[in-house]
Every structure is written in structure tokens, then in C-alpha cells.
């Protein structure tokens, strides 16, 4: 008997882009899309009622860079849910900061569209891929490294999803529901523990810091 195929939810406001995504899905005889949202509420609304085992999502959605935030909310309000970000943005941080959110894997947009049907595969059955293009591959990789090894909490690895989005504290205060003194601390830790002084040096150094010993 052959296997199911992998039930994908499309999320993305660009109707063309969509459509494109639906036909090479669609084509594939492994892989069925059973539902497309345009706006983040839609998102979770539809993952919610059509349970897919898959949803796909960009970074910027409605104007602004909430694919990370989308991300963490499936995860928190469907964690058996796999998540794949499909983004024309690829900097260091991004991806890092898609990390963080629980994504399960990540492709850049400039990737051949080969690449992203055997991520999708590859995802469905929990193996993890990410596919940044050649310049930000070793960048975000020391960075994951540097963070797996820091001993962050998880509420710290939240706070830095935010601080590599270039949130303000006050808007990781307002994001996290949290007091704006609790974040600055939260902040003076991550940056401890990287072995960083400030948040500069996150996105200035030339390779992306390791913890202290």
C-alpha cells in the first residue's frame, strides 16, 4: 500500500505566489494542499480546523515579518504540527530567529524548486533541513551551535527570537506579556551567555560568537 499523502496548509498573502506553490504541490502525487490562509489569524484558524501534518509560511506576511511570530503560535497551540518557512529572507538572523520559534525547517526562495519538494518530504517525517544559500549557511549554523550550547532558557531563547527580529525591549514586553525590567534581564542574560557586551556585537561581528566556557 502506498503511503498518504502529506496534508499541507499554504500560508501566504501574495495570491500569485500561492497559486504557484498550489500547482507544483498539487502535481506531486505524494503531497495534497488542503487548505490556503492569506493573513496569520487565518493561519491558525485553519490549522486548527483542518489538522494538516504540514504548514508552509513566509517570514513577511501582511506588510510585516510575523512568520516567525505565526510560527511559535502554531507550535504552541498545535505542537504535533511541523513547520516549514519558505522565505525570500535569509540572513543569519532570520533563519536563527526561525529556529528559535520551533520551526522545523527553513528554505530560501532561491533554492530550485526540487529542493523545496524534498524538504517538504523530508520534514513530513521529522527530519529537520535547512536551506539558506551558500552565503548565510555557515553564519546561522555557528549561531544554532552557539545557542544549543549556552544553556538558554526556554523563555530566554523566546526573548532572543525577538532581540535578532530587532524588536525593542519595550516590544518584547508587549509581545511577551511581561514587565519591561524582566526583559532587560532576560537580555544582560543571553548576552552573558554568548559571551557578548552588547546586542551589537550580535549582528556586527564578523562570525557570530560562541558562548563563554
Known sequence: MSSPAIEILLVEDHPLVRLGLRTVIDAQ?????????????SAVTAAQELTPG?????????GELRGVELCRELKSTRPAVRVL?????????????????GADSFVYKGEESARLLDTIRATAVGRRTWLLGVETQDQSA???EAVERSGLTQR??????FVLQRFTNAQIAN????ELPTVKTHVRSILAKLGLRSRQELFSAPTHPQPNP
Open 142 to 144: 555557528r549561531l544554532a
Open 156 to 161: 530566554e531563547r523566546e526573548v532572543l527570537g
Open 54 to 62: 504540514l504548514v508552509i509560511l513566509p517570514l513577511r506576511l501582511e
Open 175 to 178: 509581545e511577551l506579556f511581561i
Open 85 to 101: 518557512i519558505y522565505t525570500s529572507y535569509n540572513s543569519a538572523e532570520d533563519a536563527s530567529a526561525s529556529f528559535l520559534s
Open 29 to 41: 502525487p505524494d503531497m495534497r494542499v488542503v487548505g490556503e490562509a492569506a493573513s496569520a489569524d
